[in-house]
């Protein structure tokens, strides 16, 4: 079955104890945190500080995307707040390399994530340091976008270069009933939703939907 991890960028942030309870409770894999630095994407968001306050209630993972210019100057923070899966981005200047054999000496799972005009090639160097790679199926910065379809192909392709591996593919963007099965029968096996879970009347209802998706029972 398919993974879901709600990405509480799209949350009322006012009560987010109470929504990382709720979505465990639903059922949720993982808790999708987004971190924006205001400079790598046009957008600010969490810091360590807040994965540290939601840590006590989550009894799943907490999956951190770190969407930043500098990540290496915040891994320590990150990992001592409680993250339990950090990804990078590809498009960082930095030598990411280390950044991922510090990850994992810390006994951190390991993501690299693509932007939309990144091509799957640039993976080959990073696949032996990868747990996960999350292709972003939107512009990353803001929630609430457009599935952009032109990512299947990309899915496919790292579906492909991750076969032997078994590294989980992740997609994050406009996730929905229409777009989840499209990603999950291209080789996605987590899918990351924010406001088509959170604006949903039913978590519980809604994560179980995007779990099958796939699947004939969807």
């Known amino acids: 079955m398919t993974l879901v991890a709600p990405s509480i960028l799209s949350a009322d942030i006012a009560h987010l104890a109470d929504v990382v309870q709720n979505v465990c409770a639903a059922g949720a894999d993982l808790i999708h945190i987004d971190v924006m630095d205001?400079?790598?994407?046009?957008n600010l968001t969490f810091g360590p500080l807040l994965v540290k306050?939601?840590?006590p209630?989550?009894?799943?993972?907490?999956?951190?995307?770190?969407m930043m210019t500098n990540p290496q100057d915040f891994l320590e923070d990150f990992i001592n707040a409680g993250s339990d899966q950090i990804t990078l981005h590809a498009e960082v200047e930095q030598d990411i390399i280390p950044m991922l054999k510090f990850l994992r000496s810390k006994g951190i799972k390991t993501g690299l994530s693509l932007k939309p005009r990144t091509p799957a090639s640039v993976l080959e160097?990073?696949?032996?340091?990868?747990?996960?790679?999350l292709v972003m199926t939107v512009e990353p910065g803001f929630g609430g976008q457009d599935f952009l379809i032109t990512q299947l192909p990309k899915?496919?392709?790292?579906?492909?270069?991750?076969e032997a591996s078994g590294i989980n593919i992740q997609v994050d963007g406009g996730i929905n009933?229409?777009?989840?099965?499209?990603?999950?029968?291209?080789?996605?096996?987590?899918?990351i939703s924010g406001s088509y879970i959170f604006n949903s009347s039913d978590w519980s209802k809604t994560i179980q939907l995007l779990q099958k998706a796939g699947t004939s029972s969807f």
């Open 125 to 133: 160097t990073y696949l032996p340091y990868l747990d996960l790679v």
């Open 57 to 66: 209630y989550s009894s799943i993972p907490l999956d951190v995307h770190l």
């Open 177 to 191: 009933d229409k777009s989840a099965p499209l990603c999950v029968e291209n080789g996605a096996s987590t899918l």
């Open 53 to 55: 306050a939601i840590k």
């Open 155 to 162: 899915i496919s392709l790292i579906k492909t270069m991750t």
């Open 38 to 42: 205001g400079h790598f994407v046009p």
